[in-house]
């Protein structure tokens, strides 16, 4: 979990919510892990905001920080990983939507391999018995 989704507004947090439902959905299966992160994920993000817009198209003028940005790619990365089958269909809706950031590429190559670690860390939490 990232601490920077406490730095989120309300308003954020649903945009993020509604596109981490939609990478989910991207590759027409939803794991079971991915299906407990977006549990996971609700409970943590869900309030009362309503989006009346694209979640996609409000990206650019609503994470506008540095730490409002890693929370955003750093989720929507985290979730291809979580089954371990990257789809076509995920890649180019996250890559797509980082476009819109206008981030140097090496961080975007750093957030992606933070992420793939945080995905396998999720995956064992969720395996681990006692």
Do not use: C
């Not at 990232?2 to 649903?14: C, G």
């Not at 809706?93 to 992606?112: G, S, W």
Request: aromatic share 10%; hydrophobic share 45%.
């Amino acid at each position: 979990m990232s601490i920077a989704y406490f730095l989120l507004s309300p308003r954020q947090k649903a945009i993020l919510l509604a596109l981490v439902k939609e990478v989910t959905i991207a590759d027409g299966h939803v794991s079971s892990y991915e299906g407990k992160y977006l549990l996971f994920l609700n409970e943590l993000l869900s309030n009362d905001i309503t989006l009346n817009e694209d979640p996609y198209n409000l990206v650019t003028s609503e994470f506008t920080s540095a730490e409002h940005k890693f929370a955003l790619i750093t989720t929507l990365f985290i979730v291809p990983f979580l089954d371990n089958q990257v789809h076509p269909q995920e890649v180019k809706f996250i890559k797509d939507l980082v476009a819109q950031l206008n981030l140097p590429e090496e961080k975007i190559k750093q957030m992606l391999l933070w992420a793939q670690r945080q995905a396998l860390q999720i995956t064992e939490a969720l395996d681990f018995k006692l």
